[in-house]
C-alpha cells in the first residue's frame, strides 16, 4: 500500500471508529450500576454487532489472513479511541487473540475473545486435556473464544465448556476467573513460539494503549471542564494554578501515548526479537501507568466535588486509570523487568542498550 | 481529543554505523584519562580544540550546505551525532551555541556577506557563539529587553547589558537582541544584530556560579558603534526570528541527557544484581528515558519534515528537565554517598557537580513556569 492511500485508510478508519464510539458512550456510561453492590458493568451487545460489522476485532491481521493490512499503531489506535470513551468493549484482547491464532494458523476467533496463560495443554488419548484456571479473564463471562498458551508455547482455541467464576475490577468491568477441565481434538490446538511472557507482553500493550486512550479522555474533559466553570468571575481556564495543572497532564498524557506507539511499533517483531519486544512494552507500561497515577488525581482536583460522583461521567475513566495501572504488571513489575536487564549489562553496556547499538562510549 | 500527538520517529534514526564512527572517535579522542567527573559538566564542558577536531571529522554544521563549509547530511545524522557526545559527556560547549542556533538563524537570515564570513568557520569549530538575551530586567520577560542599537549613519550605536551570557568570554561573537526602533506593540522594534565581540565599547565580566565555576557573564555596551550590516534579517523583526529558534533549542537530546553520566556512575556503584528497590529505581529511570528518546526523536523528525513541533518541543523539554533533576535525588536514596567535590571517589564527584548544576536545567531555554503557560496556551487555555 502507498504512504497516502495508507494514510486516508488511517484517518478513515480512525474517523469511522470516532462517530461509532462517541455515539455509544453515553448509552453506555448510562447502563453503568448505581451501586457497587449491582454488579459488573453490562454486556454491550449492539456496540459489539457494530465493531465486529467494521472489522475491528480482524484490525491487527495481514490481509491475507482476513484483516486491512493495517499498521500496528493504527489498529491498536482503535482500543485506544475506544478507552477514551470508557467503553465496555474487550476489542484489543480480541485482537490480539485473533493475530496468535493466525499466527499459530488456528481458526480465528468467534465472537469477543481473549488470550489466557494458568491453563495446562496435555496430551490425552486422540484429543487434548485443558486444566487449570485462568485469572482476571476480561470479560469472561461474555467471550465466545478462549485462546490459551500453556507454558510450552502450545496454543489452543476454546470455544465453550469452562466454568466462569465472576469478578470485576475498579472499573466493574468483568474480570473473571475461567477454570478448565475438559478434551478439545486435535485440530484446535497448534504449537507456537509464544509464552506466557509475551501474552502478559502483549495484554500490557493494549492496557498501554488504552490508558493513553483513558488519559487522552480524561484530558479532554478536564479541558472542556475548565474552560465553562466559573469561579471568582472567570472560566477556571483563566488561573495560572489550573493552566500549570493542565499542563502536567498534558505532558503525562502526551509521553503515555508515545511508549504506547513505541511499543506498537514493536509489535511485528514479537516473535524475531521477543526481549526487544517486551523492553519497548514495560516502557509504554511504566510510563502509561505512571502517567495515570499523576493524572487521575489532577483530572479530580480540577473538577471539585462534581467529578467525584457517580452521575457525572469522569469516574469510568478515573477508576479505569487506577485499575489498568495494575493490569498485566504494574510499574513495579516492570521496572523490575527493566532493571534487571539494564544492570546485568553493566554501566559500560547501558548507552547500547539504549540505542539498540553495541560499542563501548569510554 | 485534545492531546498532543507525537509521530512516529523516522525509521532510519537508529543510524548504526554513523553511532559506531562517533564512538571510535570519542573513544579515541577523548581517552580514558577523561574522567567521569569531567564528563559530568555535560553540554557545559568548553574545549575549543575537541571542537576543532569535531569541525575537520565533519561533524559540526553537518546539516549546512557545502558552499559554507557544511555536509549537506540529515538533521537526523545530526541528532545522532549530538546524542552520541552528549551521551559521553563530551566537551561541546565552546561550538554548541553557534552549531545549534547561530549557524541556522544565520543560514536562514544572515545576508550573504555574514554567511560567507561566518559559516564556513562555525563548520571548522573555530567560531564560537553566545546568545544575547536575557538583561537584568528581563528574563522570562524577553520582550522586556531595554538594550538600544540606535540606527545612525554608520550603523548603530548600542547601548545597555546582557546577562547570564554563557561563554561570551570565550565567545568570537554573539547574536544581540535589542531594540531598534520606538513601537507600541511590546514585541514590536526589536532586532537581532550580529556583534563582533571585539568591538571596543563592550566589557564583559565573569559571574560564577554556586560551585564557582564561570560560564556566565554580564556583557555592558557603552556606546557599542556597529556597522550597518551587523542587522541579520529584517529591522523590526527580531521577536519573530528568536521566536523561530525555539523549536531547535527545545527539544534536542540535551534536554534528557544532562544527569546521564551521573546516571551510569550509579548503574556503576550498583553493581550488576543490586537488590530489588535499586534494580527498579533503574529499571524505571530507564523506561522514562526510553520514552522520551523517542518523543524527542520525533520531533527532530517533524524538525526534517519542516514541520513546526513547537508544543511537542516544550513537552519534550518539560518532561526531560523534569527527569534530569530527579536522577540525582533518586542517585542519593541508592547509594550511601554524600555529594563532594574532593572526595576521592568519582561518584561523590559526579554528584556533586550533578546535583549543584541540576536547579538550571528547568530554568535555561526557557523555565519551568513558562513552559507550562505555552503548553495550557496550546490547549486553548488563556
Ligand atoms: C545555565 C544558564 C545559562 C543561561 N544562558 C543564557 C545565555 O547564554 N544567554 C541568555 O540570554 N540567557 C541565558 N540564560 C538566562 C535564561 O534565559 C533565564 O534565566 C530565563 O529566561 C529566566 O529568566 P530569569 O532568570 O530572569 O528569571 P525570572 O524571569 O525573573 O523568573 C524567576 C522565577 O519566576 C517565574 N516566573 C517569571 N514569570 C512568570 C510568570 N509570568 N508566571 C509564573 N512564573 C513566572 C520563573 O518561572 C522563575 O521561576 C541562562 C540561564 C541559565 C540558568
Redesign the interface.
Known sequence: MSDTTSDSMTAMIADTAERLFSDLAAQAFAAIPKHPGDGAVPWDAPLWRAVEELGFPLALLEEEAGGFGLDPLTALGLVRQAAAHALPLPLGETMLANLVLAQAGLALAEGPAALVTGVGINRDGDGWRLSGSAADVPFGRNLQTVVICDASGRIARVAGGWQTAEGRNLAGEPRDTLHFDLVVDGCDTADSSFSPDLINGLGALIRAQALAGALEGVLTRCIAYVNERVQFGRPLAKFQAIQHNIAIMATNTAAARAGADMAAAALPQVLSDPARFLRQVAAAKLRAGEAASLCAPLAHQVHGAIGVTREYALHPLTTRLWAWRDEHGSETDWADHLGAETLRRGHAGYWPYLTGVEGDLT | ??????P?PPAEI?F?EL??QV??F??ET?G?A?SPYARARSWTGFDAAFSQKLGERGWLGMTMPKKYGGHERSDLERYVVL??LL??GAPVAAHWISDRQSAPTLLKYGTAAQREMILPRIAAGTCFFCIGMSEPDSGSDLAAARTRAEPVAEGFVVNGTKLWTTYAHKSHYMILFCRTSQSEDRHGGTSQLLVDLTTPGITISPILDMAGEHHFNEVSFRDVVLPKDALIGQMGDGWAQVTSELAFERSGPERFLSSFTL???L??I?????E?A???????L??????????SQ?VAGMLARNENPML?AT?VK??GALLEQEIPEIARTLAATAPAHDDHQTFAQVFARTLLAAPTFSLRGGTR?I???I???G????
Do not use: C, D, K, N
Open positions: 481529543m485534545s492531546a498532543i500527538h507525537f512516529p537508529a548504526p553511532r559506531a564512538r571510535a570519542l573513544r577523548l580514558p577523561y546524542e552520541e551521551a559521553a546516571l551510569t556512575q548503574i556503576r550498583l553493581g550488576e544484581a543490586p530489588g535499586a534494580r527498579r529505581s533503574i529499571g524505571r530507564t523506561a522514562h528515558l526510553m520514552v522520551l528518546r523517542h518523543m520525533s511537542q513537552i518539560e518532561l513556569e513552559l507550562r503557560g503548553i495550557a496556551r490547549l486553548g487555555l488563556r
